[in-house]
């Protein structure tokens, strides 16, 4: 997504002689001396055709060209169809989708990619208001490594209902994870607090002032280099399953940033953990009825798998 653009070609006046450039393009164009320097240090400023440092003078009638980028918020949701993206299940009160690797579920700082918010939006959908701007009708999430099934709520009273389904934990979260080696016992619960980790603001860790964070595992296969498991979450903070996998030390196939293999990783074929979001049961808001929906695995995880499967 191109982020656009002003040019501007304005004369010296005679008021301004003498000036250095950051003060000049400051009085000329609108802007602050700090964001001058900054469009003079990104090369988007030129002084009759050369290139210019802040601290050089202006001389009346010479011409100013400057590039002004649009400032961009980095929480607007751009509405925008993300190829892959598929639709579950559609109703006037949730919408259930598929959602690929290398999706955030809404826009954040630092994230400049495709969003499962902007995709809704650039398709048309209506959903909910509630929530912050950018997260509006979102009652849940998935990492941008991850992928799977995911609801979002179209109507404020189904905003409501599964809000208060997730707080309550009363939502039927299933997901599948490769993880190397084997873990002992074969099935157990992991009940172990997790928080932001104490040197890396981008990772979490099992910390004794954390969040209560419970996973429980059970193994489906176990091969040579890895096992597969099913797991259920009862609560959903963010990482849980990555960080509490690598805290048993077995960590997802592919995941670096917890520990992982990357020689394995690369033997499977992996650029991203090998974690998904398989089954989602709750309560329908308006129906009443239980409902489930599930999502097979992507290329990626299934080739994968395969790989690990015919290991010997």
Known sequence: MTQASEQRTLSVPDGLAGERV???IARMFGVSRTRAADLIAGGLVRLDGHDVGKSDR???????????????????VVPEIVEGIKIIHDDDSIVVIDKPVGVAVHPSPGWGGPTVV???????????????SERQ????????????????????HAYSVLKNAFRHRTVDKTYHALVQGHPDPLQGTVDAPIGRHPKHDYKFAVMADGRASVTHYETLEAHRFASLLE????????????????????????????????????????????????????????????????????DDLAAALEVIRDAH
């Open 58 to 76: 202006v001389l009346p009638g010479a011409m100013l060209d400057v590039t002004i980028p649009s400032l961009v918020d980095p929480l607007e």
């Open 231 to 298: 797991i259920h979450l009862e609560t959903g903070r963010t990482h849980q399953i990555r960080v509490h996998m690598s805290a048993l030390k077995h960590p997802c196939v592919g995941d670096l940033t917890y520990g992982a293999d990357p020689v394995l990783a690369r033997r499977v074929g992996l650029e991203r953990q090998w974690l998904h979001a398989v089954k989602l049961g709750f309560t329908h808001p308006d129906s009443g009825d239980e409902v489930e929906y599930e999502s097979t695995y992507p």
């Open 22 to 24: 950051d003060a000049a």
């Open 118 to 132: 902007g995709h809704l939006a650039g398709a048309g959908f209506r959903i909910a208001t509630s929530g912050a």
């Open 137 to 156: 009708g979102i009652v849940q999430r998935l990492d941008v490594g991850t992928s799977g099934v995911m609801v979002i709520a179209k109507s404020e």
